[in-house]
């Protein structure tokens, strides 16, 4: 055994960001990831964001490597005879699609259950039951629902959105540990199972830190928060650093013209204080009483951050970094995707991946973001549309020559 998933086959009947990326990682682990797509069109993402004309966008690529493409016209009679074959020879289902879609197509928990009662069922949603169980969700419908941008920016500004795709990418990774659980469960039972996730609870799962600081208000104000007042909810903090160390964004010495990301972030552990102060060139606030200890610093973190600006703005955030990582100061510099993208430590980690595809040429993608020593990873190009309709229907579900054209003709692939 090669792979982890090695004999794991996966009907992919997922769109945009979270499933996609959640089967792509299955794909990685070795799984068959068969994506299911409308003929003519497929995923929606394949054209959206084209930055070369008639080709699969990075949007695609870059979340669906790895996988087959089989197009099925989910709502041509001649499809269900397809859809059902794969049922029975595949041993988990992954969906996306709105609330609904897949009872409508006829395809409820039961009857797939029917069809295949050890396959798995797995479902991502914008929401669990209640209120908003019947509404769509995108990523910042999540972030907004989910605690992430009411916690997010700074006090006296508007709720913002995370860059990071938390509510689509974070939540394929947990639909993807639960799967591997489901996998694993059914080695015992031989049975399939329900495998149900919404959007906003696994953002609340990321915010999970957020949710102590709403307790921990009942019993006063947050003292490590920069924020000076405290209603009844967790507000807004700025770059504060939301764990038990307090850490912030310090300006740096600007390298291009704007220096937009001209920032390091950095955290002061009561260890790192004596020497910190030392290197700075402030040995005065070592002993001084505001300061001394981690608890008398509280009250003037802003303060000391301040003073730390003065010193790393006449340093470029490399400088900077290198100085203070030099005395054990937790710390890392703000890096633009121009930096990542070009990053040689991030390639030489497997993270940018180039992959060769034979209608857009070399792409760089994002690789798989964990290791296993016995399971390795070979990041391959994503399929174009229907590239492996022959393949699947031949060689997999033993169609005779012939039932390709019949099936293209009554519309269904
Ligand atoms: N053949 C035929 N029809 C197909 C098909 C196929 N292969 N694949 C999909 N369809 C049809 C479905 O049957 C459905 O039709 P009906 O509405 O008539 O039942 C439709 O296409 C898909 O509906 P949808 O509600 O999933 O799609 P949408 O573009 O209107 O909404 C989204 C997109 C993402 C808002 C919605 O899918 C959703 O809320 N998903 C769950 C949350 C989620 O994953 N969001 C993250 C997306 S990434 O930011």
Not at 179 to 184: K, S
Not at 192 to 199: A, E, F, L, P
Not at 272 to 283: D, N, Q, T, Y
Not at 360 to 386: I, K, Q, W
Request: proline residues 6%.
């Amino acid at each position: 055994m090669n792979k982890a998933l090695e004999g794991v086959r996966v009907v992919d009947m997922t769109h945009v960001q979270a499933g996609p990326v959640c089967t792509q990682l299955l794909a990685w682990m070795g799984a068959d990831v068969i994506k299911i797509e409308r003929p003519g069109t497929g995923d929606v993402t394949r054209s959206q964001l084209r930055d070369l004309p008639d080709v699969d966008s990075l949007y695609f690529t870059m979340l669906n490597g790895n996988k087959r493409s089989l197009t099925l016209n989910m709502k041509a009679e001649e499809s269900r005879e397809v859809f059902d074959q794969l049922l029975r020879r595949s041993d988990v289902v992954v969906e996306n699609f709105g609330p609904g879609v897949m009872d409508r197509l006829g395809y409820t928990w039961e009857r797939i259950q029917e069809i295949n009662p050890r396959i798995i069922f797995a479902s991502l949603k914008g929401f669990g039951p209640g209120a908003l169980e019947t509404a769509k969700a995108y990523e910042n419908i999540a972030q907004a629902t989910g605690g992430a941008m009411s916690t997010t920016g700074f006090e006296d500004g508007p709720p913002v959105v995370t860059g990071a795709q938390i509510g689509d990418s974070g939540n394929a990774v947990h639909l993807f540990g639960a799967i591997c659980a489901a996998l694993y469960q059914r080695t015992h039972t031989d049975r399939g199972q329900r495998v149900q996730i919404s959007m906003r609870g696994g953002i609340l799962n990321l915010c999970r830190v957020k949710l102590r600081d709403q307790q921990r208000l009942e019993h006063g104000p947050l003292a490590e928060y920069p924020n000076k007042e405290f209603g009844n909810f967790v507000p807004r903090s700025g770059n504060a650093s939301g764990g038990g160390q307090p850490g912030w964004a310090v300006r740096c010495k600007p390298t291009t013209e704007k220096g937009a990301n001209a920032w390091l972030y950095l955290v002061i552990q009561p260890a790192v204080w004596e020497p910190l102060m030392h290197k700075i060139g402030r040995p005065e606030l070592i002993e001084h009483p505001d300061y001394a200890t981690p608890e008398a610093r509280l009250p003037h973190l802003q303060d000391i951050f301040d003073v730390i600006e003065e010193w790393t703005i006449q340093r470029t955030k490399w400088e900077a970094f290198h100085e203070l990582n030099g005395i054990n100061v937790p710390c890392g510099p703000v890096l633009s995707t121009r930096d990542l993208i070009e990053d040689e430590g991030l390639r030489a980690e497997g993270m940018i991946v180039d992959v060769e595809h034979p209608e857009r040429g070399t792409y760089a993608t994002v690789g798989c973001p964990f290791t296993l020593s016995d399971s390795p990873v070979e990041v391959t190009r994503s399929p174009l549309l229907g590239e492996h309709n022959a393949e699947i229907l031949e060689e997999l579900l033993e169609y005779p020559e012939g039932e390709l054209e019949r099936l293209a003709a009554a519309g269904a692939v």
